[in-house]
């Protein structure tokens, strides 16, 4: 019986950790999607090999990543760092740093 449980808690630990693996995507801002003056709903960055991605922002991220604020850092091409996990076919934001920033 002991065996058993054992076995299935495994299975759940890996299937969590496989489900929810973060993932990282390093480039300059191209593009930002917003429906208000407060919050960023999507960002695209390329990448130095030309790769556009398209991220889905869920939660509030800090007060300085107002969508003017970040037009500011697409015109400056500031590199960017978004850590994400994929969700239900999309890259859904855990965090975003800007160099320098």
Partial sequence: MNKILIYILLLIFLFLNVCSKTLAFEGKIYSIES?????????????????????????????????????????????????????????IVDTLEISGH
């Fill in 35 to 91: 429906n208000n003056f407060y919050n960023i709903d999507y960002i695209e960055l390329i990448n130095e090999k030309q790769i556009i991605q398209k991220f889905k922002i869920i939660k509030q991220l800090d007060a300085h990543l107002a969508p003017s604020h970040m037009k500011e850092h697409m015109l400056n091409a500031d590199n960017v760092i978004v850590e994400y996990k994929n969700i239900n076919g999309e890259k």
